[in-house]
């Protein structure tokens, strides 16, 4: 009986300090991880995945514009999460996932755009309705730890993932981890339909919700500016590093997957200490303080020169603070539009999507054009331009 009431303690421990249960979480978890996983391999392995589909890094870079560009079609799958419930968009944006990963390994060249496009369009469905879920399911004053909790999925991606994609490229080719995500994509699908509860439990829904309606509102349209702007910067940071260290230092996929592993670590401890201060220190006040520092450390990668451990040392405080940036702003994003939680999303997916479509042909622009020092000032303007828009338009809302 005893081990009972304490394992009934352990669960009510978790479910205070993160609001979802441990299993929940669990669950949310595995599956955010294989979509951030089918998401973020192509950043790394930028010169083996091009080579693979037989195509320039410039023009891989617009294939990577033409997938982010699937977020215009965020709206429309945030009002159908609204309308019809946000498990169903999960479970139909994992088929998509699964679709286009088993689609990559049979294209090659500007052929390859489609099942990219499938995979930029699952990412961009299951994203806002699985955050949107999550905040239905928990309370305002846990909102961003549970949020965190699962956010977090991104950097363990890239700590515990990426080197092992990398592995997987050098010892048995290219495909190999598409093969294996669009396994796992298609058990997650399954596990979302079938397992998942359907739960609105804490905040009231309007299922008729005007978009065009939602989007004249400033604070809306401020939001996904900042969205903008910071995901221009992270796409920069997703596309630079891959290539500068290829071209200069002659890293290969181990080597890539080595540093990849580091950036993750850096996004896990920014993703953690934004979850845990969030709530406490003020939705607004922590996404300040993570979008500014962002923007001073973008600007001094440059100055590591040829040192590669300063180089190191300097991509992973910017990545922590970015990460800890894109953590602590949606739950803040979440309340500017509590009664459409998953069309504002939505709004936010397609801002992010915006962004990550326009950071790889900006960095391989600039990259033919100036080099690194180009690249990391203009993600630092981007991050100060997204400061002034949250200083003047975003603040903590207390939803219903």
Not at 98 to 126: D, E, K, R
């Amino acid at each position: 009986m005893e081990k009972v009431d304490k394992k009934t303690g352990l669960g009510q421990r978790i479910t205070d300090f993160f609001g979802l249960g441990a299993g929940l979480i669990v669950s949310l978890f595995s599956i955010r991880l294989i979509v951030d996983t089918s998401f973020r391999m192509l950043y790394p392995f930028v010169p083996q995945i091009s080579e693979g589909l037989k195509v320039s890094i410039t023009v891989f870079g617009w294939l990577l514009m033409i997938r982010s560009s699937s977020a215009f079609f965020s709206p429309l799958l945030g009002s159908l999460a609204d309308r019809y419930g946000r498990r169903k968009i999960m479970s139909f944006a994992l088929l998509s996932q699964f679709i286009g990963m088993v689609g990559i390994t049979f294209t090659q060249g500007w052929w390859a755009v489609l099942p990219l496009f499938f995979t930029g369009l699952a990412v961009n469905a299951y994203l806002p309705a699985q955050q949107a879920y999550i905040s239905d399911l928990a309370p305002y004053e846990r909102r961003g730890r549970a949020l965190a909790s699962i956010d977090i999925a991104f950097a363990v991606s890239g700590m515990v993932l990426m080197p092992i994609i990398g592995w997987m490229i050098s010892e048995y080719g290219w495909q190999m981890p598409f093969w294996w995500l669009s396994a796992l994509s298609l058990f997650g699908a399954l596990l979302t339909w079938r397992y998942l509860p359907e739960a609105e439990k804490h905040t009231k829904i309007d299922k008729n919700v005007n978009m065009w309606i939602l989007l004249r509102e400033r604070n809306v349209q401020a939001s996904m500016g900042v969205a903008i702007l910071l995901f221009i910067s992270v796409g920069i940071f997703m596309t630079f590093w891959s290539i500068w260290l290829s071209e200069d230092f002659s890293f290969d996929a181990l080597d890539l997957g080595l540093i990849a592993q580091g950036v993750g670590f850096a996004e896990l401890l920014g993703a953690i200490l934004a979850g845990l201060i969030v709530d406490k220190l003020g939705k607004y006040r922590t996404s300040f303080i993570g979008l500014i520092l962002s923007s001073i450390f973008f600007v001094t990668i440059p100055l590591a020169g040829e040192n590669l451990l300063l180089i190191r040392i300097l991509l992973f405080i910017t990545v922590f603070w970015v990460e800890y940036s894109i953590v602590a702003l949606f739950p803040l994003y979440g309340e500017q539009a509590p009664h459409a939680r998953a069309s504002m999303f939505s709004l936010i997916a397609l801002g992010n999507g915006i962004g990550l479509a326009l950071g790889p042909v900006i960095t391989t622009a600039l990259w033919q054009w100036r080099g690194i020092s180009a690249i990391t000032t203009f993600a630092s303007i981007s991050l100060m331009l997204a400061v002034i828009l949250l200083w003047f338009f975003l603040r903590d809302k207390v939803s219903e």
